[in-house]
């Protein structure tokens, strides 16, 4: 049996193809607008993180349904490492665009003075500088009150123990032992100067919900999602994209190309890309149902130690 | 697809509950490769299971709680069978950690509650098996744990079934289902036990696939909650807010609860689109006509099935926080999309959690349930928590901390007549002090001229400010040219110049501002007047301590030096006496400290 329950897998191909929600999805739907109204009816300067990945896509997708006829009444905030894969880039600035928000993007130009890189400074530290503080930086320069961001329970088991109105204090930390209760669907929004919440519409969506939720809803992603043949070279038994020029090769080092596609994007020097001839939304949806690894598999961030996502909450990265 | 079914695993702790999720995960192949290779590394540094595989370490998502082998909150995992999908909510067992729980069982419709077979029913599974119940969940499941540690025995399974019955009997349960399990080996959970001949019911997987659950609000009216009123520009006007219960379409008449003016439903928004019909649980957007005035907090409902509209109410409540219940104090109610103040006006019993009976209470404290009045500020429109867990459920925040200290469930509306009425808004010292999120004290600077008060004062002042307090700085400054200008330097002046000050800085104090006052007040009987208008700890005496000669060598002023060539009179330290106070409350050198350490000493004590 799949992870995901090997009868289910024609079901959903058939929602696929024919671009029916089922009621399921539509549950799932109509819960995160109801967490996304909530959170920006309670808000003073509420803000979406758009990390350009499919749940920030589907995110943005819902943010635009909650609030329709009008845009939704706040930014998207993109923070740039520079080390992003070109064509998330470019998918960023077309549906920004399209969807009429006001589009932030925020590199910590510390980080690129003191020369960080992937590479030089290893990933826990680029990690630390570029994205960590980045992001500190970002919202306090906002000082955004309610961060809506893409977490899902099932990507990480200290995600699993967050609330969907997760508190953080005046320095973005999360506390896991003193988290506020959470009943039913009534959220405590209430702050004191300088904390926040951080807001997760998709806590209850599974991998394989975001991609039937695409499909149905016709949601543009980035291309990398679908198998193609691009160069990679293979480190540590995982398949890394060369994406530009500033990739150092090692010694004998020479990108092949391969049949491959992304579970999950990030920094393309950090994000492990999957051996794949899914090309079309059904083969992914598919593939994800019979997968035997989980997507964050892929993300060499979450393997720096021991309890490595919880630590890198504590400080303050989402 | 269905929506999953939503379940809560609760008990006492090390009954076995994050073995037992953990096992029924690992049994459906629910588990990915990478996570399994996570849990056996955690498993040989943590585990307590010996050489095996602890599978509670796939939902201890905390570092402490695999540290501690504990669960500390609650965690939602998501799993399918090929019949049915779950998302399960991982309780923690401990009593301090009650409201872990609350928050996993009130999104809840069915709670799998686990006894360990060899000690049965415990103060902590009928706690839970309470809350559980009190917070909506419908559906039971006694899922008796580690059968082999009782041998397999029928009769120990038996006794503990009876107890449990008896127990959910008294709650109120119509619905409870009881399986041998050993969350260990995975008997009877995903398959049949061999060991077991004498149970012939479901594994406990195949009892969750097939369970059937009904929402409560099955033909009830059409009710929406308002949360958002969406406004892009003068031409549109949309009420966003989620169907708790009944349909609604175009045309349809509704009434907006709790004004009571009627409108027509004119449309349904979708995205890029409108639609033909809405449901329960369907997020929408309403336009009306006639325009009339909503916000967020109304009810939208069937125009001929109005909503009932109340301010007092019979509610239990499930307290949450260290400092306890009490009551008359104020706090923010959280209904639906409503917020309003609320205040408890009478507790009627404490309930005893392992047996039901009422017992009296002056207050309740922490994982304590309790039956109360309660009593909002303003009317607000619900639901009996019965009929509506939308409408009839709330959360008690409190106005200091924003720390959520309570949640409940309205039983009833008490008439009016028949309770106090709300006590419409004491605005008092505690009420400003609250909005302004701080203590109001007098902090008393009392020392020689030149001894160091004012550059103190000022410091301290700012590092408060710094710190988002509300103060205020008295001095000689801003009293003599004003409040004080008639008062000249004679002994009777003096001491009402002092009276005026302590006067004024009480009502400062009072209206929620620390006060700083900083006079060389030279009297103990002054100072001791002062002290007496105060609340014994909202008075802080800070003698700021030079010597005389130290004082004259600084003189800023050169009023030293012209006093003692005579040109001024009655001046302190040189023809007027200055009485140090006998036991301040705190007492700076500022001959071997600087002023940033003093404030820092104050800071100290203020904290």
Known sequence: MSRYGGGQTILAAVDAIFGVMSSCLSALESEAIEIIREGVATAARPVMLYSIGKDSSVLLHLARKAFWPAQPPMPLLHVDTTWKFREMIALRDRVAAEAGVQLIVHTNQEGIDAGITPFTHGSDHYTDIMKTVALRQALDAGRYDMVFVGARRDEEKSR????????????????????????????????????????????????????????????????????????????????IMVDDGRMPLVPGERPQLRRVRFRTLGCYPLTAAIESSADTLDAIVAETLAAEHSERRGRLIDHDGEAAMERKKREGYF | MDPPLRFVLCGSVDDGKSTLIGRILHDCGQVFADQMEGVEEDSRRYGTQGDATDLALLLDGLKDERQQGITIDVAHRGFATARRRFIVADAPGHEQYTRNMATGASTARLAVVLADARKGILPQTARHTRIAAMFGVGHFVLAVNKMDLVGWDHDAFESI?????????????????????????????????????????????????????????????????????????????????????????????????????????????????????????????????????????????????????????????????????????????????????????????????????????????????????????????????????????????????????????????????????WQDFDVDGEVRAELKRQRPRCLWLTGLSASGKSTIANLLERQLVTEGRHTYLLDGDNVRHGLNRDLGFTEADRVENIRRVAEVARLMVDAGLIVIVSFISPFRSERDFARSLFEPDDFMEIFVDASVEACAARDPKGLYAKAKRGEIRNFTGIDSPYEPPERPDVHLDTEGLSPEECVEIVMRRLA
């Open chain 1, 160 to 239: 699993a123990k967050e609330r969907v109105f997760s508190l953080r204090n005046g320095a973005h930390q999360w506390d896991p032992k003193a988290q506020r209760p959470e009943l039913w669907n009534l959220y405590n929004t209430r702050l004191h100067a300088g904390e926040s919440l951080r807001v997760a519409p998709l806590s209850n969506w599974s991998e394989p919900d975001i991609w039937r939720y695409i499909a149905a809803e016709g949601i543009p992603i980035v291309p990398l999602y679908y198998a193609a043949e691009r160069p990679v070279v293979e480190r540590d038994g995982q398949w």
């Open chain 2, 161 to 421: 079934v009876s107890g449990y019955r008896t127990l959910a009997e008294e709650i109120g349960i119509p619905d409870v289902a009881t399986i041998p399990v050993c969350a260990l080996t995975g008997d009877n959970l995903t398959r049949s036990s061999g060991r077991t001949p004498w149970y012939t019911g479901p594994t406990l997987l195949e009892h969750l696939e097939a369970v059937a659950v009904e929402p409560r609000t099955a033909g009830q009216p059409f009710r929406m909650p308002v949360q958002y009123v969406n406004r892009p520009d003068a031409g549109f006007r949309g009420y966003c807010g989620r169907v708790v219960s009944g349909t609604v379409k175009p045309g349809d008449r509704v009434r907006i609860s709790p004004a009571g003016t009627t409108a027509t439903v004119e449309s349904i928004m979708a995205w890029q689109d409108t639609r033909a019909r809405a449901k329960r649980g369907d997020s929408i957007t309403l336009t009306l006509r006639p325009d009339v005035d909503v916000t967020r907090g109304d009810v939208i409902v069937d125009a001929d099935r109005p909503l009932e509209v109340a301010d007092q109410f019979q509610a239990k409540i499930l307290w949450m926080d260290d400092a306890p219940l009490t009551v008359g104090r104020r706090y923010r109610l959280k209904l639906h999309t409503r917020e309003v103040e609320a205040t408890v006006t009478r507790i009627r019993h404490r309930i005893d959690v392992s047996d039901g009976s009422q017992l009296a209470a002056p207050h309740l404290g922490i994982n304590d349930l309790g039956v109360v009045n309660l009593a909002t500020s303003r009317p607000v429109p619900f639901a009996p928590f019965d009929e509506s867990r939308e409408l009839g459920g709330f959360i008690l925040i409190d106005r200091a901390t924003n720390a959520t200290v309570g949640a409940g469930t309205l039983t009833f509306a008490l008439m009016r007549a028949a309770n106090l009425k």
